[in-house]
């Protein structure tokens, strides 16, 4: 693996967790990133990485899909069940097919890689994913009785709490965001998947996994479909 002469040192002190097996990489990336100023943990099997995560506070966790014990996308699905707030998380793999960065993706990986890559795009993808968790840490989006912590992803709509997955819980935030102005699919699709595009049959699924959460249990609905524009929260 080639190390990166160029030097991206930042005066804030983050916290990594590394779930790797291969000890070379994760050795090489001890030696970069540490180099850099950051603090580093290691866990060299999925079980081990779920434990560490859930006790100790990660400002990002690099995890590698190929793992002993429980593989990257169910530590990632754990982590997003289990932790009290959104932990970013960067994935790893040696496999490069959309369909694996999109199972990634649909777990709650923030971002992705793939092997073999420079330690210097790693850990510039690091620090930008912990800096900007940091500066979203405290925000609080509210729009009527619609509330969305964006840390600790807790949704709440008239004083009920609200259980979302991922995607539909990015769209969510993405509308309020925006609001009022209407979100088309392509937008969506852009801002969740980047330029790893799903098929809008994936898109229409998560949409409807959002109104069914938001919608369905209260009298009125506040996700609208604007025709030939895109969605947009009725809330005033």
Known sequence: ????????????????????????????????????????????????GVDLALKHYYDCIIL???????????????????ANRHIPIIMLTARDALDDKLAGFSTGADDYLTKPFALEELFVRCLALAKRHLLNSDKTLQLGDLSLNVQT?????AGQQIT?????LKILQLLMEHHPRPLSRSELSDKIWGDEPTDSDALRSHVYQLRKAIDKPFEKAVIKTIHSVGLALDIV
């Open 1 to 48: 693996m080639d190390i990166q002469l160029a030097s991206h040192k930042t005066d804030m002190q983050f916290k990594v967790l590394v779930v790797e097996d291969n000890i070379e990489i994760s050795r090489n990336i001890a030696e970069y990133f540490e180099s850099q100023g950051l603090i580093l943990d290691f866990a060299y099997d999925g079980k081990q």
């Open 64 to 82: 590698d899909i190929m793992l002993p014990e429980l593989d990257g996308l169910a530590v990632c699905e754990a982590l997003r069940a289990k």
């Open 153 to 157: 992803q807790h949704v709440e709509r």
């Open 164 to 168: 979302l997955q991922p995607i539909p």
